[in-house]
């Protein structure tokens, strides 16, 4: 009997907390979330040396943040030092850095932050931003080694952000991104059959969105809008249905004109 009661319990907490969270959620849809104040913050970028983590520096530095600017391209990154300087940052610190070896971060790490996750849990606050992909939702044709990666960054985000959930640490917030193809240069040669509803997306468009989901502490974002609908599809559809829907989106041929970002000529 008590184990009934404690059920009972326990499903009308569940209703009533999710009837909270939907309503919330759907006053943020018709009314735009607050957007925090960055202001002050460090904000550390990888891979600032050119494409996406530029362009997120210049936007920080007009929000008058602190830059910790990270890429293994000296050259490049000094540039973005310049550039965000010219934005109006008033504090830019530039290290070269190679994210893929681990002695490297923790050499670069100890000039700027002792720890990261750590520091953040001490201090009650933080961000954690993972620049994931529609390659790490959706398996692609051809490009199996990126969706692998990918896929891993998206689950490693989404691990800690329950992590942090389950400790109850508020302060600590997440934003996982996974963008369509953007023209960076990376995917170069790559096009898409249905440029309507999955277009190669400008570079200033993407960072702009990442920006604004940050300062509104959104969880994710899929950009565009559509790959939400993608997922929610692939999860209700029959494989084969879901593989006729791909070919039509022409998923399947997305890579046939890549060239890649050295290749071009």
């Not at 890429?71 to 994210?99: F, H, L, P, Q, W």
């Not at 520091?119 to 692998?148: Q, T």
Request: glycine share 8%; aromatic share 10%; net charge positive.
């Amino acid at each position: 009997m008590a184990s009934k009661l404690k059920s009972a319990k326990e499903l009308i907490v569940f209703l009533g907390k999710s009837g909270i969270a939907f309503l919330e959620a759907t006053m943020f849809t018709i009314i735009p979330k607050p957007r925090k104040n960055v202001a002050g913050e460090i904000v550390l970028i990888t891979g600032a040396g050119s494409g996406l983590g530029r362009l997120l520096a210049i936007r920080f530095a007009r929000l008058g943040s602190v830059l910790v600017l990270w890429d293994i391209n000296k050259e490049g990154n000094e540039d973005t030092y310049r550039m965000a300087r010219e934005a109006g940052a008033t504090r830019v610190y530039a290290y070269t850095c190679d994210c893929s070896q681990r002695e490297d971060i923790y050499r670069v790490a100890k000039q700027t932050y002792k720890s990261f996750l750590p520091a953040m849990i001490a201090n009650k606050r933080g961000h954690l931003v993972c620049i994931s992909s529609s390659a790490g939702l959706v398996g692609v044709n051809k490009l199996a080694d990126y969706c692998a990666s990918k896929f891993a960054a998206f689950g490693f985000a989404e691990s800690v952000f329950v992590e942090t959930l389950v400790q109850k640490l508020e302060g600590i917030k997440t934003t996982i991104v996974c963008p369509f193809f953007i023209k960076t240069g990376m995917f170069e040669g790559c096009s898409t059959a249905r440029p309507f509803l999955l277009p190669i997306l400008e570079p200033e468009y993407v960072a702009d969105k990442i920006v604004d989901a940050i300062l509104q502490e959104k969880v994710y974002l899929n950009v565009p809008r559509f790959i939400s609908f993608v997922m929610l599809l692939k999860s209700i559809l029959p494989v084969k249905v879901s593989m006729l829907l791909a070919d039509y989106m022409g998923v399947f041929n997305v890579m046939d004109g890549f060239v890649g970002k050295n290749k071009k000529n």
